[in-house]
């Protein structure tokens, strides 16, 4: 598998957990968009937003995707990635994109066991549970619209690894 595979789906849904695995499984090299924007900017997503708003972050994040995206490579991209019509199509053109699909209790059950304080405010700066709720209605079709494939994400990260390798081969095929 040379293309490049985008993960697309919220914050939560295990893009970077399965990623990293399923980068193993394939002998590819993995990158996450949010990682590559810290390390590239030295800023966090918090220190982006503060500085040049959500609009600046969402530039960032298009820069990013383009700059990750090569062949045998595993790319976890932030949640909000497909909002704009562009990332999609350019995911989509030059990749397989990946949906890890949960629900949003799941979702939310993952978040609190890990908040990952710091890392990046809330879009809305009410309860989590609420927001994700709302956040991933919002998205859902945009996510299902990106996507090639879209895998159950509720399941144990490796069983997730082997749906996806399935896909891939369905892909291929
Ligand atoms: P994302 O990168 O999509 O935001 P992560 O991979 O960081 O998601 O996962 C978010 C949290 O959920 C982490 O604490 C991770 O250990 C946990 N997690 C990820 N995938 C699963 C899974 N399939 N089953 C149970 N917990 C998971
Ligand atoms: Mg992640």
């Given at each position: 598998m040379t293309q490049p595979i985008f993960l697309v789906g919220?914050?939560?849904?295990g893009k970077t957990t399965v990623g990293v695995a399923l980068a193993q499984a394939l002998g590819c090299n993995f990158v996450d968009t949010d990682h590559y924007l810290l390390t590239s900017t030295n800023m966090s997503v918090a220190d982006i937003v503060a500085q040049e708003g959500w609009d600046g972050f969402r530039r960032r994040e298009s820069g990013a995707l383009q700059s990750v995206t090569a062949p045998g490579t595993v790319i976890a991209t932030?949640?909000?990635?497909?909002?704009a019509e562009s990332n999609r199509q350019f995911m989509r053109e030059h990749g397989v994109v990946i949906y890890l699909r949960a629900p949003a209790q799941i979702l939310a059950s993952r978040l609190e066991a890990f908040?990952?304080?710091?890392q990046r405010p809330t879009?809305?700066?009410?309860?989590i549970t609420d927001e994700i709720v709302e956040v991933l209605a919002a998205r859902e079709a945009l996510y299902n619209q990106a996507a090639h494939h879209v895998v159950d994400?509720?399941?144990?990260p490796a069983e997730i690894v082997e749906a996806v390798l399935a896909a891939l081969r369905t892909a291929r095929a």
């Open positions: 919220a914050r939560g849904c932030g949640g909000g990635m497909v909002l908040p990952e304080e710091g879009l809305t700066g009410r309860p994400a509720t399941r144990p």
